[in-house]
Structures are given as C-alpha cells and as structure tokens.
C-alpha cells in the first residue's frame, strides 16, 4: 500500500506567499511612483535575506528541538566588534575570522550548557546570554564602532561571481544545502527532530538527549558568528549595536518558514524562503519610504500570527 | 437499618470501545466508611471520576439524598457537597492555608476580607484538629497535613460524600491513626466517606463495609466485620480461568544473563535483588505504586540508583542510558504517547529513530528506512494507511506494536516490557504474546511488568510480586501458582488480616 507523499497545503502557501508578496509590493510601488524590480534593489534584499537566512539556520535547529534562541542578534554584534578591533590591529582578515567563529561557538556552548545540562529554561538563557554579549560588546570597545579596514574584508561579501551574482548568495546555498542534507541523512539531523518531538522517547530510544541539546547551541552561535563575519564584511564598519533585532528577524524567518515552535516538526529549507520574504518586505517598505519602525512591528505581528495558527492547528488535530 | 446518602446505580462508561463500567453500582450510607476495593483497572477511579463529575456517565443515576442528580461539572458537584481527595492534592503551595481553604468562595466583594477569612479557616481547622496558624504557607506543611487542609476545605463546602483515595500512602503510621481519627469524627457528623486503599491492615481497622469492583462490574458489597482477607482477594479476581502456561522450551537456567543485588532508590525501592535467565519471561506483579516501572527505570539508568549492583552477562551495567540500551537493555514503556514514540513523525522515522547506524553507511538510507519500515508493519501486521502516517493516528495495539518493531530491528537482548498489553483489545494482546514467544526463540530474555494477573500468570516462568518498593516474593509459575497468591502477596505482603 504505496501512498505519495502528501502534498503539504502550508508549503504551498508559503512558495505562493513569496510570490504574492513580490508581485504586491512591485505594484505598490509603482503606485507611488517608485521602481522597485531593479537589479540593485534585488541585491539589496539578496545581501539582507543572506545575513537573515544564515542566522535563522541556527534558530531553526534550536527551534526544532524545541527551545528557543535570543541571543543570535547580541553575538552578531559583538563579532563584529571583536573581529574590527582584530583585523585594525593588523591581524590579517581569515584569523580574525576564525577568532570570531570561536567566539561564537563559545557563547553557543555557554547557553547549551546552561540549557541541556543545567536546565535552565532556554527563554531564560538566551535573554541572559542577550545581554551579556551585547554588554561585551560595548565594553571592549567602550561602546565605539571601528572602521577602516583593508581591501581583503570587503572582498567576503563584495565579490560578484559571473560577474553579477552576489557571492553572498553561494554562501547561503552551501549552508542551506549541507545543513538540510545533515537533518535528513545523518544521526545527528533525525535526532535533532526527535528531541523536539518526544525529549522522552527520544531518550528512551538511546538519544543523548543533552549532548545533542548542547550541538543545536554551539551551531547557532557558530552560524551568528557567520552572520557577523558577513555583516562586518558588508558595512566595513563594526557597531557594537549591529545585530540588534536580528534574533527576532531569524525567528520570524523560521515560523513563516512553517517550523513549529513547539518543536520536532518543519524544514530548515523553508526558513530561507521565510527570509526572503522578510527582506523582500523591508526592502519593499524601505523603497515606499514607510517608516522602518512598521517593519518591527510587522515582524512582531508575524511571530504571533505563525504561532497563534500552529497552537490552533495542534488543538484541532487533538 | 440507616438511610443511603448516596446512591449510584447501573453506571456505564466507555472509552475508545473499551466498557471501562459496566453497571456499576455504590452505595453509602449516612455515616460510614465505604471501602471501595479492586485490582488496579478494575474501575474504581473512573466511577468516583463520574461521581465528581470529571467524566460524564454514558447510563446509570446518581441519587444523593433521595434525590436523583444530573449530569454535574466539578464545581457543581463540590457544591453538591461531594468532595474527592485524591494522592495528588489539588492546593497551591504558595498560598496560606486560610486562602487555599476558601479559593474561589473568599469573603469579601472585591476587597478581601482577611480577618472573617481567617477566622473562619480556624473553625474549619479546629473541627479536625489541625493546630496550624492559617496564614501558614501549604508548601511549608507535611503531607499529612496538607491533607488535613484539604480535609477542611471539604468541610467547609459542606460536604456530604466525601472519597478519600489511598490517603495513606505516604504518610507515617502515627498520621495514619490520627488521620483515622477524624475519619470516625467525621462519620459520627453524618457525612459518607468512601475510602480507596489496598491496604488490608487498614481496611477492617476503618472500614465499616465494603463494594468490590472487578473489570467495571460491581461484584458484591460486604459487611467488613463479617469476611475476611481471603474472601475479599477472591471477590477481586473471581472466576475468570486463565490460560495456563504454555511449556518454555528454550529457558536455560544455568545462564544468567541478568542479575540485581541490593537496588536501592530514594524511599521508592528497597534492596531489590533478582537474576533473569537465558530465554526466562520474568514477570513484575503488584500494585500501581508499588515500584516495579521505577525498578526497570533504575536497570536501565533512565533514574540513578542509589545502591546496588547490576550484572549483565558477567560485567558491572553503567549507568548510563544509552550506553545500556546499545548493550541490548531496552525498556518498553507503560506510556507509549508519552516515553515510547514520537507521536508527530511518521511510522517510519519512529522504527528508525533507535537503529539510525544500521541504516547510515555513512549516511542514513532513506530507501532502506522505509524498506524496513514497511517490512515491519507487515510482520506485525501493523495497522496503518502507510509507513508515511504519522505515529499518533495508530490505534492503541498498533502504537504498541510499533514500539515492538523499534527494538526488534535493534536485536535487543534484553526486553522490559511495561505493561504492554494495557488499553489494547484481546485480538491485538494474543499477537503481542506471539512477538513476546519470538524475541525468546531469537534469544532474548524478558521482564514483563504488568497487572493483569491472568497476562502474568500465562506467560511468566516466574512472578516476582512486589510492595511498597519490596520484592515479597518470586514464585516460581507451576500448578500451586493462583492469582489469590499472587494478590495476597501484593496486598499485604503474604500477613494474614481479618477474621
């Protein structure tokens, strides 16, 4: 008895929803005069959805386990910060780099730890750990941003593949592609989703439960600190107060993306289309001159919305 | 010849098909205890449930005081007077006492008014003898007294029927007799009291007479003074024939592939010693409570024990998890929704979820997942649309044989079964049985904890019986083995109570 694989009613909304959405806001601003299909403006949603996609990777692994991650904007900022101070004090630019990925994997590893084997509740955590980083990153710097660095930083995000792509978007496709092939065909990935799907049965079933916990962790501070590499790349400028919201814009990626907050169920694939369709409205608003504050707001709305449908959806499925 | 305060009759109810009641019956008169007796599943949480108007009944009356009720909720039914205290107590720990007695019915409009509140708790608290001062925290009291305040609390909703569940389950015997105390006040007050224990010690103490329930039917109700405790355990079990056990013939005896010495954990086991045999089903018997899924739990490092010594196949077991369960100790949950699947992931991805390596060569077969999967459900004839359904919307018996197919695949060597036939409908347990009598012809041994005495008294080649956290005995399974003996043991530890 062969069925086919049910096709998903909520995905196709989604692949819809980007259309609809692109199509909507072209028009929109035609009405207001304003040309919003232009190469430029397409690399401009591209560079933004790649920082947004690559750190909504790390939220959406924790997400699927179940807990929750809101420390991502803080560590972006403080490897920002951190690699400016290096690369100005003449440390050449792939040091640098790797001192912020382990930076990264630090703060990952701090809030794993706390979570899996300290139990504390991952909300508290990661808020603690929000804070902590945000308030290094003003310290070492003594809340001054850094600028003016050499050719070889720009070049990560500058460089234009065929002589038009954004090399940005090689990065996402990489990531996207490794992370998605490891949720499905490796231990690792199918254990990631028991754990958000039954942390009990998954235990009894010879899961270990905490050490995979704390992997979610480190993974998400790894990919922050990657999208800190690629915002400082981008902005040469490193601001202690950069990343700031960028937690919320990776959550909202993932619960548009359809993973269910509650955890064990969705497609990473399908945060990075949450993505674009975030970045697709900032820069959609932005072009219109509609205040950024709406964007916050919007955001806001959209992570209640998501979770709102998914905790109906559970009740009517009971 | 004193009135009924309380009368319940013909009661039905089913779940999922299964007639949980079935013309159940109870009645209590003004002024005694009622001892509600049963083995476990024989119903009598699901009647006083309806009686406190958690579930609805399918048929049946409810008469209190010659006046028949409808169908109440919770609170109508408190206000009714009918009051039920169960093990876990329903009062909030934060909370003083005086609040936690008059929650939801405080003096005072919106303003509370703290002084009538608290003198009125005092009354309430002085009437059964709870010298506390009432603005004491609930979460400083010890159990007894905590079930002290919920005793005031019932009386100060005027209560007229009041169940009272295995009150003496964890508290101490000096709490018990002053306990029983207020339960003879009480009575003499004229309200019913019905009374959930299995301890036989305890009944002909309290007890005035006493209903035996059996697989939802009523059985009969006695005067306690006039019976005694063998009469009581064969009312409990009746007349149901059982199977007897069928010849083991791949038991050997002279290996040992599991050995216990001295376990200990917290107050729950108590220097728990037992070996399993090559190709042995050992069963587990006993009430709820009385430590047997914690002994499994403890084997297999799921909780820590404090003590003790566990041999696997001559060498120490760790006590770590996964580690027991790659050694081939694998435990099959009681609860499967809970501790045994992943009820969103599909059936699949379940069977896969503990044999992830032998399907990754390096990385995991997609193609061979479900070539397993569905070689699975058609050995164990799992009934489901496809290997693509997700987990939760199989049947009770095919969600358990799901959890088999998991550990099968795995060629585990030692399988802890807990209760695994409870909630499934006999055609499904038969097949259950057979998967059991296969694992023993791979090679596998099993502990088998359940408490359904004819499941245990089929498949087991021994009968460990335990109570409160103590193995009482390990009965070997031959011609003297009757359920009564396994039940006297569970109930009172193998003492004589009664006339």
Avoid at chain 2, 64 to 69: A, S, V
Avoid at chain 2, 88 to 104: A, D, R, S
Avoid at chain 2, 149 to 154: F, L, N, P, S, T
Avoid at chain 2, 231 to 251: H, P, Q, S, Y
Wanted: contains cysteine.
């Amino acid at each position: 008895m062969e069925t086919k694989k049910k096709v998903n009613l909520s995905e196709i909304t989604l692949y819809l929803g980007v259309i609809v959405i692109f199509l909507a806001i072209t028009v929109a601003c035609k009405v207001v005069g304003k040309d919003f299909f232009t190469l430029s403006n397409i690399f401009n949603i591209i560079a933004q959805a790649s920082i947004t996609s690559i750190i909504a990777i790390g939220a959406s692994l924790v997400i699927l386990t179940g807990g929750i991650e809101l420390s991502v904007g803080s560590v972006v900022g403080f490897a920002g910060i951190l690699g400016g101070i290096l690369i100005k004090n003449g440390i050449p630019v792939a040091a640098a780099c790797a001192a912020i990925l382990l930076s990264g994997i630090v703060f990952g590893a701090f809030n794993g730890i706390l979570v899996s084997y300290g139990k504390v509740p991952a909300f508290i955590t990661t808020l603690g750990t929000m804070q902590i980083a945000r308030g290094m990153a003003l310290l070492i710097n003594a809340g001054q941003p850094v600028s003016g660095f050499p050719q070889g930083l720009s070049m990560i995000m500058g460089t234009r593949v065929f002589g038009k792509i954004p090399i940005s978007v090689f990065y996402v496709a990489i990531f996207y592609l490794v992370v998605i092939f490891m949720m499905s065909y490796t231990k690792f990935g199918r254990h990631v989703y028991s754990l958000g799907g039954n942390v009990n049965a998954a235990r009894l079933s010879g899961v270990r439960v905490k050490r995979v916990e704390m992997m979610v962790y480190i993974l998400c501070g790894a990919f922050a600190a990657i999208a800190g590499i690629m915002l400082l790349s981008r902005l040469t400028y490193a601001d202690p107060n950069a990343g700031n919201g960028y937690e919320m814009n990776a959550i909202a990626a993932t619960v548009i993306g359809g993973i269910s907050l509650s955890g064990g169920r969705g497609r990473i694939g399908n945060s990075l289309v949450g993505a674009i369709i975030l970045s697709t409205l900032t820069c959609g608003l932005q072009i219109m001159n509609v205040a950024t504050y709406y964007q916050t707001i919007i955001t806001g709305l959209v992570i209640i919305a998501a979770v709102f449908a998914d905790k109906r959806k559970e009740r009517r499925a009971e | 010849m004193s009135e009924n305060i309380l009368e319940m009759k013909d009661i039905d109810k089913t779940f999922f098909g299964v007639h949980v009641l079935d013309k159940a019956q109870l009645e209590v008169r003004l002024g005694e205890v009622h001892v509600l007796l049963g083995e476990n599943g024989a119903g009598k949480s699901t009647l006083i449930k309806i009686l406190s108007g958690a579930y609805s009944r399918e048929a049946g009356q409810i008469i209190l005081e010659g006046r028949e009720l409808p169908q109440l909720s919770p609170k109508e039914a408190l206000e009714e007077g009918i009051s039920v205290i169960y093990q876990e107590f329903n009062l909030v720990p934060y909370m003083p006492i005086y609040e936690n007695i008059f929650l939801g019915k405080e003096y005072g409009r919106t303003i509370l008014d703290k002084k009538k509140t608290i003198d009125q708790a005092r009354k309430y608290m002085e009437r059964i003898g709870l010298n506390e001062d009432p603005k004491t925290l609930v979460s400083d009291l010890s159990v007894a007294k905590k079930q002290l305040v919920e005793i005031a609390k019932a009386i100060s909703n005027s209560v007229k029927v009041l169940v009272l569940d295995e009150p003496t389950a964890s508290i101490t015997d000096t709490e018990t007799k002053m306990l029983f105390e207020i339960i003879r006040e009480l009575k003499e007050q004229g309200i019913g009291i019905i009374y959930i224990s299995h301890r036989m010690s305890e009944l002909f103490e309290i007890g005035d007479r006493c209903t035996v329930m059996r697989d939802g039917k009523y059985v009969g109700t006695v005067q306690l003074s006039e019976t005694d405790e063998d009469k009581l355990t064969r009312m409990m079990v009746g007349k149901e024939v059982c199977f007897k056990k069928e010849e083991n013939k791949v038991i050997d005896m002279s290996e040992e592939v599991l050995k216990v010495e001295g376990l200990c954990y917290k107050e729950l086991l108590k220097d728990i010693s037992f070996n399993l045999h090559k190709g042995e089903i050992l069963g587990f018997a006993g009430l709820v409570g009385a430590g047997r899924s914690e002994m499994a739990k403890c084997v297999i490092g799921e909780y820590r024990k404090d003590k003790g010594k566990i041999t696997y196949k001559d060498r120490e077991l760790s006590s770590s998890l996964h580690k027991n369960i790659e050694a081939g100790i694998v435990y099959l949950s009681e609860d499967r929704k809970d501790e045994g699947l992943v009820l969103i992931h599909t059936v699949a991805e379940n069977i896969a979820l503990p044999n992830l390596k032998k399907l990754s060569s390096p990385f995991l077969s997609r193609k061979k997942m479900a070539q397993k999967a569905k070689q699975y459900i058609e050995e164990l004839h799992i009934k489901t649309h496809s290997h693509l359904s997700e987990a939760k919307d199989l049947s009770g018996g095919n969600q358990q044989k799901l959890v088999i197919a998991k550990w099968i695949f795995s060629e585990a060597d030692i399988y802890i079964f807990d209760e695994p036939t409870r909630g499934i409908d006999v055609g499904a347990r038969d097949e259950i049985y057979n998967l059991m009598y296969d694992l023993l012809e791979k090679g596998a041994s099993i502990i088998m904890i359940s408490s359904d005495l004819c499941e245990i008294m089929k498949m087991c080649d021994r009968v460990a019986v335990m109570k409160d956290g103590e193995i009482k005995a390990i009965l070997e399974n031959n011609e003297d083995l009757t359920q009564e003996r396994i039940l006297k043991y569970a109930l009172s530890g193998g003492e004589q109570y009664g006339n």
